[in-house]
């Protein structure tokens, strides 16, 4: 019974959209009575929900090439085919999910997506290709942030990202530059705390704010 509700919910869901699902045409579709849908999801954003996470679990695999480079290129490619696929479809439609419960849930579930695809780092770490002093989750956010950016805002083609050219850009800039290194945004973090509330440190303490006129 849950597949086959899963299913009919997650079909209706990419053909009319989020907004127009009801729990009625799941249960018809599904041929179930709808007292039974009721009795395991209380609303359609749980029931939404569901029927998305158990679509595309297990979609976007963590790459093994042995290169972190080829990794990553791999990963997004994936996840660009997916978007363009009905499976990504309803992926989208879970990010309009405002639901309390839902968005918690969606929370939860791309922690987790995140949590997998860091392993790629550590095997790189480990082949030498990564510092530990790196931010995964920061590098991974901002190569698949642009993805969902034109997926859902400015509905531009996600398949025409220039994928190896960013991939590239951002390595090199790990390497290069400290700007994703955990340490530092800790050390930049502690800096800016005296500011706060210390009185040696104060707007106060520098004098008036004087004005011409």
């Known amino acids: 019974m849950r597949t086959a509700v899963l299913d009919a919910a997650f079909k209706l869901l990419i053909e009319r959209g989020y907004h127009s699902l009801t729990i009625g045409d799941v249960a018809l579709v599904a041929g179930v009575h709808e007292t039974t849908i009721y009795r395991r999801w209380q609303n359609v954003a749980g029931l939404a929900l569901d029927a998305c996470l158990e ?15 080829n990794d990553l290129v791999a990963l997004l490619r ?70 969902y950016l034109r997926a859902l805002v400015t509905n531009e083609p996600v398949i025409e990202w220039p994928i190896g050219r960013v991939v590239d850009a951002l390595l090199a800039m790990a390497k290069t530059t400290s700007a994703l290194h955990v340490r530092s945004s800790s050390r930049r973090a502690r800096k800016l705390r005296p500011m706060q509330g210390s009185p040696g440190r104060s707007l106060r303490s520098r004098g008036p704010i004087t004005t011409t006129t």
């Open 55 to 69: 679509a595309v679990s297990g979609t976007v695999p963590a790459p093994n090439t042995g290169s972190l480079r």
């Open 78 to 147: 994936t996840i660009t085919q997916l978007l363009g696929s009905p499976k990504g479809q309803g992926l989208l439609e879970l990010c309009r999910i405002t639901d309390v419960e839902a968005v918690q849930a969606r929370s939860a579930f791309f922690v987790a997506r995140f949590g997998a695809a860091e392993q790629i780092f550590e095997r790189a770490a480990q082949r030498g290709e990564w510092s530990r002093d790196n931010n995964a989750k920061l590098l991974l956010e901002l190569l698949i942030a642009p993805l």
